[in-house]
């Protein structure tokens, strides 16, 4: 795998760039970055990361502007040549490893899946970094575009939710985060390494007085089976439970076995389950409610 990432030397993702470089560009492509958190994310010193950003910026592939709170923080982003990179590099480690794939039989895709996230999981409790995930409240720039994408992609992949359904997401999620002001309202982020691997909302205003509807509840492949789904979970009803309300709802549909656990378990019941098209495609879409007790 060293050999055939690049790492022994030569082009490394088909660039004439370091490693580091590379992983640079694609943090810096998720926006919302400083040279500070990039170190953070890439574990390298405060030096090495000033040298590696003086040459991307003087080769035309990296701006940098202050942020509208604060002027001495600098915000990181690509320039349009800088984007035209990064998408040549995104589509070599496709090419990669769809070409990898495309040799493994039926199922066995699955199971490099799930071997590459226990493995990564094995490295992280190692390293130390077992505790690296954070549940963080409020909005950070990106969010609604990160917590759509995780949306849009488990589900297309899992369930085949297409176009509708990631409207949906985006369209609600952006409304939402359009009146923050709200004391009945939060979002959550869980966060490792600075970036988000997944989120959870109360929203105490959609569904009438005195009923917090729970949304966007979904973790990251990276992330599942760590336990960041239940902290989330756990933050969200003690805010619900501490804010008085009566019942905490939430919808979704038939076949997300493991995530009908979790609810169960926190005191979740089934309401109203039914056939519908609400999410784009013929589902039996489901309604659970908790009481407070």
């Not at 800088?82 to 070599?92: N, T, Y």
């Amino acid at each position: 795998m060293v050999r055939e990432w690049g790492f022994m030397g030569g082009a490394f993702a088909g660039t004439d760039l370091s490693p580091s470089a590379v992983h640079a560009l694609i943090e810096i492509e998720k926006g919302g970055v400083t040279a500070r958190e990039l170190g953070a994310r890439l574990r390298l010193e405060k030096s090495s990361v000033s040298r590696m950003l003086r040459k991307l910026v003087a080769s035309g592939e990296v701006e940098e502007a202050a942020a509208e709170t604060d002027g001495r923080v600098k915000l990181l982003s690509l320039t349009a040549a800088g984007k035209a990179r990064v998408a040549a590099i995104h589509a070599f480690a496709r090419a990669q490893v769809v070409d990898a794939l495309g040799r493994l039989g039926d199922g066995e895709d699955r199971l490099v899946l799930d071997g590459l996230r226990l493995y990564s999981r094995a490295l992280g409790v190692w390293a130390g970094d077992d505790d690296a995930i954070e549940i963080v409240p409020g909005y950070r720039p990106g969010l609604i575009a990160r917590i759509t994408e995780m949306h849009a992609r488990y589900y297309a992949r899992e369930h085949g939710l297409g176009r509708r359904f990631e409207s949906l997401v985006a369209g609600g999620l952006a409304e939402f985060c359009g009146r923050p002001d709200s004391p009945r309202n939060a979002i959550w982020t869980a966060r490792q390494g600075g970036e988000i691997v997944g989120s959870l909302a109360i929203d105490g205003e959609d569904l009438g007085a005195g009923i917090a509807h729970l949304r966007w509840f979904i973790v990251d492949d990276s992330v599942r089976g760590s336990g960041a789904g239940k902290r989330l979970l756990d933050t969200a009803l003690a805010f619900a439970d501490e804010r008085g309300f009566a019942e905490t709802h939430l919808s979704t549909f038939a076949g997300l076995d493991a995530a009908r656990h979790l609810y169960e378990s926190r005191g979740f019941v089934l309401d109203e389950e039914h056939a519908g098209r609400h999410w784009g495609k013929e589902l039996v879409e489901q309604s659970f409610v908790r009481r407070r007790k």
